[in-house]
């Protein structure tokens, strides 16, 4: 069955072309950060018309790649939530206009499912269930991933999400947005130990995040180095920042999966391209015996391919939308 799949909930502009769920035959992505950094952050409207802008050349660019045409096309996916409501609302619009035109079913997909199935691409051997670290600029979730289309979320931030936090960071410490990959890069070979940070607990619910003391914490030492005037020690501020991070998402993720007993952990979101978040989970993985799945870089991000890999399994499940379907800023990722 081959899908063509639409992703517009950020700043990335996605289409993709997958087969049967797990084989991509083109992924093509335009992103609009480059306009975004000059405001430190995505501004909704500008991404919005920036998709509207691309959305059609890219899905032309995807079939010419996949070498298919508009006739071989079985259903569209596309993600319809969560997301910024104006993106999402282009996306949903110009999947429903191809599925109308050409007479094919469309298939409503939620963002982080999407995400989720990043690793079913990566890792053709993976089947639910297992416990997913879903951790991005807008989420940070432990989800209990039952069946493919059967989900429930077992840890969630009060808060910031990892990403955003990572990004805040980043950004006071001067080294631009989207500053995830950065920090991270500046973190190699700094002191993980030079800065004392704080673990987070939230009461009587010890699987949920919360990352705004920690980012409080962060950059109160900041400041501290700034009033004295002194040049900040960003190696060793990424890295103490980087080591509590993952403090926080991984002992977590390892404990609801030994509590479920399942022998397997996947990590998706743009935060899982994280070196020392893949690292500690590596490490806690082997130790316990529990296998680690880990989609590669390029699919840690926003993508097309995701959404066509989780579109097909929406479809089995017979998860279909209709021309009324509508987009929506959040939803609950059990709800499908
Ligand atoms: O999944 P994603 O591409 O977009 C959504 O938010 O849906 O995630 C983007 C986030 C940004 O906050 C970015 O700073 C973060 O992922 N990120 C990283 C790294 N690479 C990207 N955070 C930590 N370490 C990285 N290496």
Redesign the pocket.
């Known amino acids: 069955m081959l899908i063509l799949a639409v992703e517009s909930?950020?700043?990335?502009t996605a289409v993709a072309l997958v087969k049967d769920g797990r084989e991509v035959l083109a992924d093509c992505i335009a992103s609009s950060v480059e306009m975004h950094k000059l405001y430190g952050g995505v501004v909704p409207e500008i991404a919005s018309r920036k998709h509207i802008e691309v959305i059609a050349d890219l899905a032309d660019a995807a079939l010419e790649k996949a070498g298919v045409t508009r006739r071989d096309i079985d259903a569209v996916a596309v993600t319809y939530a969560p997301?910024l409501i104006g993106a999402v609302l282009v996306g949903v619009n110009f999947a429903k206009s191809v599925a109308y035109a050409l007479g094919v079913p469309l298939i409503p997909v939620h963002?982080v499912r999407g995400?989720i199935a990043a690793n079913y691409i990566a890792h053709r051997e993976l089947e639910p269930p297992f416990v997913c670290l879903c951790?991005?600029?807008?989420?940070s979730l432990i989800v209990d991933v039952r069946g493919y289309t059967e989900m429930e979320i077992l840890g969630a931030t009060h808060d910031d999400?990892?990403?955003?936090c990572?990004?805040k960071i980043?950004r006071v410490m001067g080294l631009g947005?989207?500053?995830?990959?950065p920090?991270?890069?500046a973190a190699q070979g700094g002191d993980d130990k030079a800065f004392s940070l704080p673990a987070v607990h939230v009461q009587d619910a010890p699987l949920d995040l919360s990352f705004s003391g920690l980012k409080t914490a962060m950059l109160n030492q900041i400041h501290k180095i700034q009033q004295k005037g002194e040049p900040l020690p960003v190696a060793d501020l990424a890295a103490s920042f980087?080591a509590a991070?993952s403090r926080e998402l991984v002992p977590r993720t390892m404990e609801a999966a030994q509590a479920l007993g399942y022998g397997k952990v996947a990590v998706?979101?743009?935060?899982?391209?994280?070196?020392?978040?893949r690292g500690d989970l590596e490490a806690a993985c082997q130790k316990t015996g529990i296998s680690l799945y880990l989609p590669p870089?390029k699919l840690?991000?926003?993508n097309g391919a995701m959404i066509g890999s989780q579109g097909y399994y929406e479809y089995l499940a017979g998860n279909l939308g209709d021309t009324d379907l509508n987009a929506y800023a959040n939803r609950e990722i059990s709800l499908g």
Not at 177 to 181: I, V
Not at 268 to 277: D, E, F, K, L, T
Request: with cysteine; glycine share 24%; aromatic share 4%.
């Open positions: 909930s950020c700043d990335e997301g963002h995400h951790v991005s600029g807008g989420t999400a990892a990403g955003e990572f990004d980043a947005y989207p500053g995830g990959g920090l991270d890069r980087s991070v998706v979101g743009g935060v899982a391209a994280n070196s020392r978040i870089l840690c991000g926003d």
